[in-house]
């Protein structure tokens, strides 16, 4: 089965800074990435989401960037503000059938003031 | 619209005993999946259930199960508690399978 692989667990910047967010997929046939945000002590929230036939997807001060053939994908968030800081989950799973949608484990970020 | 309701937000329980947690969708969703949540885990999916049908499960032992009612509402079911169920359960619900997921606020459960 799919198995997505998260790095780094945690990350602090200086607010203003860029943060980039890597995951990597397993299964190839995966065709589906969303990446989920979790502010402390609240429920996770879809930020953005990317499928396949697309290579990069931006929506504000973030952005993802799929690379099909090495099997990952990142989240860039430019211009990062206090509020930024948040548990970043990736996720993948290949859309049109019965499989499951696979978390990676989250990493912690830090905006630092 | 409102949004995913979970219930109880927390519960205490002691090993061995059982537990079932409940999950109202956003209307009109049919896809109710459901996730736990431990420290470093990050989120691991429990099943999946749509119109009813459960369409994936993860891996879990049998003593984790759940079903959905036709009106979409969704309850998992844990017996036998041990103490490694300690963990926030999150659902989850969307209009297409695993697109676009709106998550609950979660059931804090603690076996001691």
């Known amino acids: 089965g799919e198995n997505v692989e998260q790095h780094p667990s945690t990350l602090s910047v200086q607010e203003g800074d860029s943060a980039v967010i890597k995951c990597t997929y397993s299964?190839?046939?995966?065709?589906?990435f969303p990446w989920y945000k979790q502010e402390l002590g609240k429920r996770p929230q879809l930020i953005i989401d990317?499928?396949?036939?697309?290579g990069e997807k931006k929506d504000q001060r973030i952005a993802v960037t799929l690379n099909k053939t090495a099997k990952h994908f990142s989240l860039h968030i430019t211009e990062t503000q206090p509020e930024d800081s948040a548990v970043y989950f990736c996720?993948?799973?290949?859309?049109?059938?019965?499989?499951?949608?696979?978390f990676g484990k989250g990493m912690k970020l830090t905006v630092n003031p | 619209k409102a949004g995913v309701t979970q219930t109880p937000r927390y519960l205490i329980k002691t090993r061995g005993q059982q537990v079932t947690l409940s999950c109202s969708p956003i209307?009109?969703?049919?896809?109710v999946s459901w996730y736990q949540q431990t420290p470093g885990q990050g989120l691991q999916f429990l099943f999946e259930?749509?119109?009813?049908?459960?369409?994936n499960k993860g891996n879990f032992p049998g003593r984790f199960s759940g079903r959905q009612f036709s009106n979409s509402r969704s309850e998992m079911n844990v017996s036998t508690l041990e103490l490694g169920d300690s963990a926030l359960y999150l659902c989850?619900?969307?209009?297409?399978?695993?697109?676009?997921?709106?998550f609950g606020s979660g059931t804090q459960l603690s076996v001691l």
């Open positions: 989850a619900s969307s209009t297409v399978s695993n697109e676009k997921l709106f």
């Open positions: 259930y749509f119109s009813e049908t459960q369409r």
């Open positions: 996720a993948a799973s290949k859309q049109g059938g019965s499989e499951k949608l696979v």
């Open positions: 299964d190839s046939a995966s065709n589906y």
């Open positions: 209307s009109g969703h049919r896809s």
């Open positions: 990317i499928r396949s036939n697309v």
